[in-house]
């Protein structure tokens, strides 16, 4: 009898739906990209209806690291550039938990560039979110490492004469097994390259063209539209890592011209969860603590 009514209460609890939002308002200006962003990663947790207890989304500093606030999960707004290890540590104490970064492009591709390389090659289990808007918004408009050579800014008023960074060359060289780029202007789009992210066994970088309309006028919705188009569109096969990496490039080789998003590059291999034997119990959160004894006897063995 207490077993049919647990059947029936797990039933019953795998058909409700969770309400992943919360009654923060978002801080954003009326019309930034980053609406379209939370839209799109609410509709995906929406639609496979993970335990939001089992969620954490995680940030960094700028406007989109804002985004935890605005979800009812778990979320930690950490410090400029630390989003990664952060999101690292939530995961090495409880793999069972579905990790989200979500942050920009500065905060991503600049302070925390060297987080994401090494990241994405350790392949843990997580989904890394960055809202490319192609300027440092939070602090009114500098360049940022993906602005586009020659763009005038307040701290570039002659002109940008770095190099942007190449997200999706980036993230695929430095080992993610998914790796794709969306349009927060097409939120039906971007919410199934999300989705796909977090379904994904591995490191996913989903970088979003999600446009700062009040410091960035030259990368707005009007000059995304035209330019970009879907791969699934011209038959990509993102499992074609050399097709991957060419494709990465048009944008740069077409003069932004062409602008391709979707899915880029995936792959499968052992996620770092898979390969560290601390894990092989499980979660490490659910493992029982080592006496004193037995943890002095490890010193021993290995000192
Ligand atoms: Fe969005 Fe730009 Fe406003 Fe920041 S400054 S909230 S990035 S529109
Ligand atoms: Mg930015």
């Known amino acids: 009898m207490v077993d049919t009514i647990q059947t029936a209460n797990n039933a019953n609890m795998a058909k409700t739906k969770q309400v992943y939002t919360s009654t923060n308002k978002p801080i954003w200006c009326a019309g930034c990209g980053d609406f ?9 947790l929406t ?57 920009g492009d500065g905060d991503g591709y600049g302070i925390g560039g060297g987080h994401l390389v090494h990241t994405a090659r350790r392949n843990l289990d997580m989904t890394y979110i960055i809202m490319d808007n192609e300027t440092y918004g939070l602090t009114t ?19 940008v004469i770095e190099m942007p960074i190449n997200p999706m060359a980036l993230a695929i060289s430095a080992g993610a097994t998914y790796v794709a780029r969306g349009f927060s202007g097409d939120p ?31 990368n707005t919705y009007d000059w995304f539209r035209p330019r970009v188009y879907k791969l699934e569109s011209q038959g990509h096969d993102p499992s074609n890592l050399n097709m991957a990496m060419e494709k990465a490039f048009e944008d740069v080789q077409t003069k932004y011209d062409k602008i391709p998003v979707g899915l880029f590059y995936k792959t499968l291999r052992p996620t770092y969860e898979e390969l560290e034997l601390s894990f092989q ?5 659910k493992q029982a603590m080592p006496t004193k004894e037995q943890l002095h006897s490890i010193m021993e063995e290995n000192l």
């Open 141 to 159: 408009g500098q360049t940022s490492p993906t602005a586009l050579l020659g763009r005038k800014t307040k701290s570039t008023p002659f002109g």
């Open 281 to 285: 119990n499980g979660a490490l959160v």
């Open 36 to 44: 379209g962003v939370f839209a799109s990663i609410n509709k995906a």
């Open 47 to 103: 639609e496979l209806n993970i335990d939001k207890s089992n969620v954490a989304i995680v940030s960094g500093i700028g406007c989109s690291s804002a985004m935890p606030h605005s979800f009812s999960t778990y979320g930690v707004h950490s410090l400029h550039g630390r989003l990664l290890p952060t999101a690292t540590g939530i995961k090495l104490a409880n793999s069972d938990l579905t990790v989200i970064g979500t942050g």
């Open 188 to 218: 039906a789009h971007l919410s199934q390259l999300i989705k796909g992210g977090i379904e994904h066994k591995g490191f996913a970088l989903i970088d979003i063209f999600s446009p700062c309309v009040t410091f960035n006028h030259e």
